[in-house]
């Protein structure tokens, strides 16, 4: 669901690392940090489990996989990846893979994630199975379908609620067997970082993303929105944790480590256009990776000094 931030290229890559460029691999840490910051949860609770919290990590990495996926395959139907795009190099798009390699990938990845799902399943109960279902079709749903959430300004809810709201009670819940408050709250941050580099994505893309019918927040309000929706997501991020420092978790100080970057970010998104927001991408997407290792490390911290 998170954009790519893949390096582009002109020659035509062997035929693994197409694979490994269509799977977007700088967007991996949007699925690993909320696992790290669930399992320090669990961890704070008396309640780690390695082999789950290991399964909960590939299966997230395994759904993120493909999304971007079924991304790369659906824009290009759509049309809304064309030789106009200013974004990183598209899979489909650039030739590199056809669309029916593309969706037998596809359904390789997912038929993987309900492998790894079973396990889940079984150690944690039927909600999980809920749960991952409604994760592939969300990952489905993103662009394709009848209804594609990303082509109607939905792909922002989206991404805060499956990569904030799901993602770390879940990873928590498979642990310990509840959902600690603490959960909820850094499950705030988490999401709203990783809207955040969405937000990124829809900014530079919002000429092509027009043109094809794709009606992202920032095609339907505008480019200054889009910077305002940024600034107050990574604000937003910033006042949970400060909330939780002052509150109960003192250690969620150590996030602000991160700020200057943060206001950095900001100004390369008021500021920038084109091809130099790739690196913007690039750089949210660590942003939210050090904010949850910090995050996770504060809380664990809490729980043993």
């Given at each position: 669901m998170t954009p790519s931030t893949a390096t582009t290229t002109i020659d035509i890559p062997p035929t693994w690392r197409r694979w490994l460029l269509a799977a977007r691999p700088k967007t991996l840490p949007a699925a690993i940090a909320p696992v790290l910051v669930g399992t320090a949860i669990a961890i704070h609770e008396d309640g780690f489990h390695g082999l789950a919290a290991l399964m909960a990590?590939?299966?997230?990495?395994?759904?993120?996989?493909?999304?971007?996926?079924?991304?790369?395959?659906?824009?290009?139907?759509?049309?809304?990846?064309?030789?106009?795009?200013?974004?990183?190099?598209?899979?489909?798009?650039?030739?590199?893979?056809?669309?029916?390699?593309?969706?037998?990938?596809?359904?390789?990845?997912?038929?993987?994630?309900?492998?790894?799902?079973?396990?889940?399943?079984?150690?944690?109960?039927?909600?999980?199975?809920?749960?991952?279902?409604?994760?592939?079709?969300?990952?489905?749903?993103?662009?394709?379908?009848?209804?594609?959430?990303?082509?109607?300004?939905?792909?922002?809810?989206?991404?805060?609620?499956?990569?904030?709201?799901?993602?770390?009670?879940?990873?928590?819940?498979?642990?310990?067997?509840?959902?600690?408050?603490?959960?909820?709250?850094?499950?705030?941050?988490?999401?709203?970082?990783?809207?955040a580099i969405l937000v990124v994505n829809n900014v530079r893309d919002r000429e092509t993303d027009a043109r094809a019918g794709k009606r992202t927040v920032v095609v339907r309000f505008g480019r200054r929105f889009g910077v305002v929706e940024y600034a107050a997501l990574l604000a937003l991020a910033y006042a949970v944790a400060l909330y939780l420092a002052a509150t109960r978790q003192p250690w969620l100080l150590l996030t602000f480590v991160t700020l200057p970057r943060a206001f950095a970010l900001v100004r390369t998104v008021q500021e920038s256009e084109g091809a130099v927001l790739n690196a913007c991408l690039a750089k949210t997407a660590q942003l939210l990776f050090v904010f949850s290792l910090l995050a996770s490390v504060g809380v664990v911290l809490e729980r043993v000094v």
């Open positions: 990590l590939i299966t997230a990495l395994l759904l993120q996989i493909a999304a971007n996926f079924a991304n790369d395959l659906f824009d290009f139907e759509k049309g809304a990846d064309t030789e106009q795009r200013v974004g990183p190099t598209r899979a489909v798009q650039a030739g590199w893979l056809t669309p029916s390699a593309m969706r037998r990938g596809l359904a390789v990845v997912l038929a993987l994630a309900l492998v790894v799902g079973v396990y889940l399943v079984g150690h944690a109960g039927p909600l999980l199975l809920a749960v991952g279902l409604g994760s592939i079709a969300a990952a489905i749903a993103y662009t394709g379908g009848p209804y594609p959430l990303g082509y109607h300004g939905l792909g922002d809810v989206c991404v805060f609620l499956f990569f904030g709201l799901v993602a770390v009670p879940c990873t928590a819940f498979v642990q310990t067997g509840f959902v600690p408050a603490l959960a909820w709250w850094l499950a705030v941050p988490l999401g709203s970082l990783a809207t």
